[in-house]
T-cell receptor, first 111, second 113 residues
Framework: RKEVEQDPGPFNVPEGATVAFNCTYS??????FFWYRQDCRKEPKLLMS???SGNEDGRFTAQLNRASQYISLLIRDSKLSDSATYLC????????????FGRGTSLIVHP | EPEVTQTPSHQVTQMGQEVILRCVPI?????FYWYRQILGQKVEFLVS????????KSEIFDDQFSVERPDGSNFTLKIRSTKLEDSAMYFC???????????FGQGTRLTVV
């Protein structure tokens, strides 16, 4: 089983749509969870941390279910500028905590 | 806002040559990482570095690779005897503490010809 699994997509949605991405992780000792955004040929940039209580930042909502080892990201009212790859990142426990990436989910928002 | 900086942004090298990729992590961070991303593929962990030594490395990080923190600010990745399949984006990252989010540099695009 892969350490961090994501549906690669692409998700092709119209402006204004709501879209949800999911991610599962295999290491139950993982400590921290994040969503990053990556534009084409650019570095990953932190979008938001993910907490068990759930957290929201504007149009973005992230949820963590530790029992199911499942993380989600919801984007409401999609904008053209949201088009990017969304990376699920888990600080999994090895010798230390290592940020470990999923393959990423591609989002395309069209007019 | 503090940021991770990497140089060069693009490096072209001939197969068999050695390259050194350079990074300046965020100044108060203690944990440093190198990742690579082959075009169209996922971001892959190479190595982590803490307290002037490697704390963990992946299977990719074989004897061809080495890391160093030569002074108080720079963090380097050396690739000896480069191969065509080493062509990728190489990202440096730093964090503090280790459970916190990692911040990434803009990457070095390595092209081996």
């Amino acid at each position: 089983r892969k350490e961090v699994e994501q549906d690669p997509g692409p998700f092709n949605v119209p402006e204004g749509a709501t879209v949800a991405f999911n991610c599962t992780y295999s290491n139950s000792a993982s400590q921290s969870f994040f969503w990053y955004r990556q534009d084409c040929r650019k570095e990953p940039k932190l979008l938001m941390s993910v907490y068990s209580s759930g957290n929201e930042d504007g149009r973005f909502t992230a949820q963590l279910n530790r029992a199911s080892q499942y993380i989600s990201l919801l984007i409401r009212d999609s904008k053209l500028s949201d088009s990017a790859t969304y990376l699920c990142v888990v600080n999994r426990r090895g010798g230390s905590y290592i940020p470990t990436f999923g393959r990423g989910t591609s989002l395309i928002v069209h007019p | 806002e503090p940021e991770v900086t990497q140089t060069p942004s693009h490096q072209v090298t001939q197969m068999g040559q050695e390259v050194i990729l350079r990074c300046v992590p965020i100044s108060n961070h203690l944990y440093f990482y190198w990742y690579r991303q082959i075009l169209g593929q996922k971001v892959e962990f190479l190595v982590s570095f803490y307290n002037n030594e490697i704390s963990e490395k992946s299977e990719i990080f074989d004897d061809q690779f080495s890391v160093e923190r030569p002074d108080g600010s720079n963090f380097t990745l050396k690739i000896r005897s480069t191969k065509l399949e080493d062509s990728a984006m190489y990202f440096c990252a730093s964090s503090d503490p280790t459970v916190a989010e990692a911040f990434f540099g803009q990457g070095t695009r390595l092209t081996v010809v």
